[in-house]
């Protein structure tokens, strides 16, 4: 049986910097990359150089998680690995409406990922006619990039408005504004319900009836949590807002760690758990969590960037002590 001193599962980015940081803070200790999934090459070569780079002191598994016992994990090969600390940073996967046909040829479903939205753009660029399902933040910024090189768009959304979720009546009625100044057409409060086509998409139907032409369909219907290695651990987690953490980003196992897209994000403002998440803060979070794995050494929390600020306040009040400390022995100097 081999011992990890961490353990960190997951093909992502945020998996990767926490990796790095963690590296950096206990440079002593073992660590080991898990992910069964091969398929994003740049991670995989990121991994790897990681690696290379480590003194022998991190290690990637192509495997996957079976079960655990105690602080023992069951890989799919019936290999047993320890750890002390497991940190989980599986990230999100865009969610796949139920809609007939999804599955033919020129159906893409939109994601988070930098490289893959490039990929799908640059297929987009060769199609005719391009439908996208889905009018929010993703979707529009999608959308107003075709229309600028001429491509015609219709962008389909089942709110009553675009970007819903993001902003006020008024800044969607804009962004509506600007993507119909440029020739695009958008339909509100509908929804594609079939994809029509052989193998390869020529047509959806709406909910209403309405049949339009395309040779190219893109959803950006949101993100999920992948939080199934979760129930493989037996921690608790929510399907729809991810694994639920601590201020300290642990687990209900407290020697299990949870990052970025898949672990449960707590709104501030209305004192729950979010609907949504939050993509800016990830690095922050794998950068934060890495070097505190066996100690609080920096800042702690979820809101990393605002402890960060309260960090530097306590410094500058700190410098501000010390300053009124040398006046203060000044004084008594001079009385003296």
Do not use: W
Request: net charge neutral; glycine share 6%; with cysteine.
């Amino acid at each position: 049986m081999q011992k990890y001193n961490i353990v960190i599962y997951g093909l992502t980015e945020t998996a990767l910097v926490c990796a790095n940081s963690a590296h950096k803070t206990y440079p002593d200790k073992n660590i080991a990359l898990i992910f069964p999934d091969s398929s994003k090459n740049f991670v995989l070569m990121l991994a790897d150089s990681l690696a290379q780079n480590s003194n022998h002191q991190i290690s990637v598994l192509h495997k996957n998680t079976i079960s655990k016992e105690g602080n023992n994990l069951l890989l799919d090969d019936n290999e047993i690995i320890s750890f002390d600390k497991l940190v989980i940073a599986t990230g999100s996967s865009p969610i796949k409406p139920s809609i007939e046909g999804i599955d033919k040829e020129g159906v893409h479903l939109i994601d988070k990922d930098f490289q893959n939205i490039n990929r799908i753009k640059k297929l987009a660029m060769k199609s005719d006619n391009i439908v996208v399902f889905g009018g929010g933040y993703i979707g529009v910024e999608l959308s107003d990039e075709l229309l600028r090189e001429g491509k015609p768009v219709t962008v389909i959304e089942r709110s009553n408005r675009l970007l819903p979720s993001s902003f006020d009546s008024e800044i969607s009625l804009s962004a509506q504004r600007i993507i119909e100044s440029q020739g695009g057409r958008v339909i509100l409060n509908n929804k594609v319900k079939e994809v029509i086509g052989n193998d390869k998409i020529e047509a959806v139907r709406l909910r209403d009836g309405e049949t339009i032409n395309c040779d190219f369909l893109m959803i950006s219907s949101g993100s999920r949590p992948n939080v199934e290695i979760a129930e493989k651990l037996k921690i608790v987690f929510d399907y729809d807002r991810g694994i639920l953490i601590d201020d300290y980003f642990r687990t209900s196992n407290k020697d299990i760690f949870a990052i970025g897209d898949c672990a449960a994000k707590f709104e501030f403002f209305r004192g729950d758990l979010c609907g949504f998440l939050i993509q800016s803060l990830k690095l922050q979070e794998a950068e934060l969590v890495g070097s505190n794995l066996f100690s609080v050494i920096y800042n702690r929390g979820k809101l990393s960037s605002y402890l960060t600020y309260q960090k530097r306040l306590l410094g500058k009040i700190k410098n501000q002590e010390k300053e009124h400390e040398k006046s203060h022995l000044s004084m008594r100097s001079l009385q003296s």
